[in-house]
């Protein structure tokens, strides 16, 4: 099963890929609703030029900070990192890539390519939503917080020697709002101008109806590309050509489909800036692309790859006893997972008259003997989600705070008790496979529900059997899911699961044809936005969308609306804490299981910084060749 998601902090740029993923810590999901104008004249400073911006205005890092503290400024540069095409992209029907260009529609590109391009400020991975100069020396903030002014480095330039201009940051943002994947465009949709003034300074202004954030990620996501490169080119082309950037790395060798190579850029303009100061130390970046995780493992094994992040508990606990295991040149060390909200577990599909009613819900849920799984399918490794924000500030805990219930309490009578009274917890079953006392109270649930027992199933006063099906599209799940259907059969529910191939099901998830799916979002570490695409009504009826369970609930989407205009971080931790309790309560899923690390093995020839950062893991970028241990396992080359 899948451990935590990862992307680098460090990507300059989001694919369009990573946009949907949500997964950077650096950047965040894609934008939706409206909300007060983007930083408050006090928080920003005025008019007074600025080396960062963040959130609510708090920076840990001052104008004169020489590089980010969980760096290494002394790191080596040389060597090479390989790693294969992270699991999430197979999530995206990408076992391949036919494109280098990930910002449009046409087809699918490989991770990394947003290494080569360079952006306004980047952000810092020990901080949740601060942002620092890049390309932009210092921005300037309007009073009124729609208007920012960034002044750009001469010294800014393109691999090909050409100057990176303010006309090019127009010409990158304009047709990135005209052309660029939904994704990347629909947050641009409140950026109104985008203005040069002058060879080095560029003013965005914004309509005064985005969210906080949306600044932000125009300043530290978006990439910035040669106007005088396309003026030949076709922007929105599929195409193998490797693009022009500039930044810390190229494209190098590709193989089409099958591997691409990123090369260091020796004489990279941005190398000495505080902001890159530990970053980009290997020469060359490689990702290979398997069709079969098997064979991706044998080549980890025989050294083909020299990183792994193991999706497989079982494989964690069974697998790595090959020779360079045991004799020590694979090494297992272990990474604390993000500080950031982390959502997964099995979603009802509320479009469904079937499952109407919570206490349905509630009561399929209750079949999950979650200890059991855990000690026997997982080798203990998991630990069971019970948020919606897991691992954060944002999940709620024991009885509603005194702010909290303030928040709640004008919905009082448009929401279940639940959500007044300790937060709703997944029930703890006995850990024997079938816990009979859980599975006798879903049976008094389920007949609460209206469902009846008739010979070997349920049925409602209709006469229509209460009958699911789990869609998955990895044969990892039937494992885990054999025993819950066998305790959903015992107590009367027809319950099985369909496997089926990626595009099918892309295709029903597309259709809304579906009973039960799961989901897993790492959310960003400031979510004011994509959590209304997750749980949104509007969302609820868009194809292809986030919104699994077709949830449309009043004062759900009255939260969503209110963590879009909060004034600081107090503010988005109690609104967070009381979605959580109220999406909870009214158990639209139930809940599955999440590493509390990052299970990594590597071929030991790397050194990393002795902190990890709580908002990012981005070993690629951050990491770099040990001379002498790579020496010692023969990896030197």
Not at 146 to 175: C, I, K, M, W
Not at 249 to 271: F, L
Not at 409 to 430: H, I, K, N, S, T
Not at 550 to 556: D, I, M, R, T
Request: some cysteine; overall charge negative; charged content about 20%.
């Amino acid at each position: 099963m899948s451990g935590a998601a990862t992307r680098s902090p460090h990507c300059l740029v989001l694919t369009r890929r990573a946009l949907m993923k949500g997964a950077a810590a650096g950047a965040m999901l894609p934008l939706v609703g409206t909300g007060p104008s983007a930083m408050a004249a006090e928080e920003t400073g005025g008019d007074e030029p600025r080396h960062g911006l963040s959130v609510f205005g708090d920076l840990k890092y001052g104008p004169d900070f020489k590089h980010f503290a969980y760096l290494n400024p002394a790191a080596p540069k040389g060597g090479s990192f390989v790693f294969s095409a992270p699991s999430w992209y197979y999530n995206q029907n990408a076992y391949t890539f036919n494109t280098l260009n990930g910002f449009t529609f046409r087809g699918d590109a490989p991770p990394r390519i947003e290494l080569t391009f360079s952006t306004l400020m980047t952000g810092a991975a020990d901080e949740p939503d601060s942002v620092y100069g890049l390309v932009a020396e210092t921005v300037t903030v309007s009073e009124d917080g729609n208007r920012y002014r960034f002044q750009l480095r001469p010294s800014a330039l393109f691999h090909d020697g050409s100057q990176l201009t303010a006309e090019d940051v127009v010409f990158s943002f304009e047709t990135l709002k005209e052309k660029g994947h939904p994704d990347i465009s629909q947050p641009l949709r409140d950026m109104t101008s985008v203005v040069a003034d002058g060879p080095h300074a560029v003013t965005v202004t914004y309509s005064g109806k985005q969210n906080r954030k949306v600044p932000l990620l125009v300043a530290a996501s978006l990439p910035i590309f040669s106007k005088a490169y396309y003026a030949g080119r076709d922007f929105e082309a599929s195409t193998l050509e490797p693009p022009l950037g500039s930044g810390p790395y190229k494209v190098g060798h590709v193989n089409a489909g099958r591997s691409i190579e990123y090369e260091r850029v020796e004489d990279y303009w941005a190398k000495d800036l505080p902001v890159a100061v530990g970053t980009a130390n290997f020469d060359r970046i490689r990702v290979e692309f398997y069709q079969d995780d098997d064979v991706q493992f044998q080549a980890f094994a025989k050294g083909e790859l020299t990183f792994r992040e193991e999706v497989s508990s079982k494989m964690w606990a069974t697998a790595y006893d090959f020779p360079a295991a045991r004799d020590g040149r694979v090494i297992k060390p272990s990474f604390a997972a993000e500080r950031r909200p982390d959502m997964y577990g099995w979603f009802f599909n509320l479009r469904r008259a079937k499952f109407a009613d919570p206490r349905t819900r509630q009561a399929i849920g209750m079949a999950l003997d979650y200890p059991w799984t855990n000690k026997n399918l997982f080798f203990g490794l998991y630990v069971r989600a019970t948020s919606f924000f897991q691992f954060s500030d944002f999940a709620a805990s024991g009885l509603p705070a005194a702010d909290e219930l303030a928040l709640l309490e004008p919905y009082r009578d448009q929401l279940p008790a639940e959500a007044f009274g300790e937060a709703v917890m997944p029930p703890e079953a006995d850990g024997s496979g079938r816990d009979r006392k859980l599975l006798r109270q879903a049976t008094t649930l389920l007949a609460e529900a209206g469902w009846q027992r008739q010979g070997n199933d349920l049925v409602n006063a209709g006469g229509e059997r209460l009958t699911i099906e789990f869609l998955i599209q990895s044969q990892a799940f039937e494992r885990v899911l054999s025993p819950l259907i066998a305790n959903l059969k015992a107590i009367g529910i027809n319950a099985s699961m369909r496997l089926v191939d990626a595009a099918q099901y892309q295709s029903r998830k597309n259709d809304f044809d579906y009973d039960i799916m799961a989901s897993r979002i790492m959310f960003d570490a400031t979510p004011l936005d994509g959590i209304e695409q997750i749980f949104g009504s509007a969302a609820a009826d868009i194809p292809s969308g986030s919104n699994l369970a077709g949830l449309k609930n009043p004062v759900v989407d009255a939260l969503i609306a209110r963590a879009a205009n909060v004034q600081s971080r107090a503010e988005l931790v109690t609104v967070m804490r009381s979605l959580d309790r109220v999406l909870r309560s009214l158990h639209i899923w139930f809940p599955a299981w999440l590493s509390e690390a990052h299970r990594v093995a590597v071929w030991d020839k790397f050194g990393w910084p002795e902190t990890k950062p709580d908002y990012g893991f981005a070993p690629e970028m951050t990491w770099w060749q040990d001379a002498a241990r790579a020496a010692a396992i023969g990896k030197a080359g």
